[in-house]
């Protein structure tokens, strides 16, 4: 069985901090995917990034970085600089490395960034 | 943005009426699946199609069915519903595959359900 935690229910920062999403999880593939998706309050779900678990390169993009640590089996997102459109809940998501992949979600991080 | 399009976005219905969701998409993607999101528990699947008139159940299958005619849209049903199954329903399609959009699943709009 798969799973994934999100234990930061919700955070708030001040706009310019830095902030980082933890994202830890359960399986026992070898293989798998990790994800990251975006939930602002319009409630869309917008894709992020995808990972491959043989690609332990971390990953930047813009403001934005990801942490791949299969030893701690954990895939943390950090935002550089957060700004209030930052504000979102973020959900971590996992699947097989395989066609059909059914996806488990973390239960979300709720992330406030005040001006 | 994907084409995919879910109808209705809201609806309100009562207990033990049938209710039923569409996701349309415009990709050709192979593989279409149902999810329910709920507070606190991330989004959780329901069923997932593979192909046409093939699908399987997910892990909270249970007072839902499924139908897909057509590679393009994949209907959910609620044969009777009840106040557990209000929640907001996402469909989301991928194609299988090592490549840049391989295996990554893109979301609809989600539909707004409540059973009074």
């Known amino acids: 069985a798969q799973k994934v935690t999100q234990a930061q229910t919700e955070i708030s920062v001040v706009e310019k901090e830095d902030v980082t999403l933890d994202c830890v999880y359960e399986t026992r593939d070898t293989t798998y995917y990790l994800f990251w998706y975006k939930q602002p309050p319009s409630g869309e779900l917008v894709f992020l990034i995808r990972?491959?678990?043989?690609?332990?390169q971390n990953e930047i993009s813009g403001r934005y970085s990801w942490n791949f640590q299969k030893s701690t089996s954990s895939f943390n997102f950090t935002i550089t600089a957060s700004q209030v459109v930052d504000s979102a809940v973020y959900f971590c998501?996992?699947?097989?490395?395989?066609?059909?992949?059914?996806?488990?979600f973390g239960g979300g991080t709720r992330l406030m960034v005040k001006p | 943005d994907a084409g995919i399009t879910q109808s209705p976005r809201h609806k309100v219905t009562e207990t033990g009426t049938p209710v039923t969701l569409r996701c349309h998409q415009t990709?050709?993607?192979?593989?279409m699946y149902w999810y329910r999101q709920d507070p606190g528990h991330g989004l959780r699947l329901i069923h997932y199609?593979?192909?046409?008139?093939?699908?399987d159940k997910g892990e909270v299958s249970d007072g839902y069915s499924v139908s897909r005619s057509k590679t393009e849209d994949f209907l959910l049903t609620l044969e009777s519903a009840t106040s557990s199954q209000t929640s907001v329903y996402f469909c989301a399609i991928s194609n299988p595959g090592q490549g840049v959009v391989g295996n990554i699943q893109y979301f609809g709009a989600g539909t707004r359900l409540s059973v009074l």
């Open positions: 990709e050709n993607h192979r593989y």
């Open positions: 990972r491959n678990s043989f690609d332990e």
């Open positions: 998501a996992l699947s097989p490395n395989n066609a059909g992949n059914m996806l488990t």
């Open positions: 199609s593979y192909g046409v008139k093939d699908t």
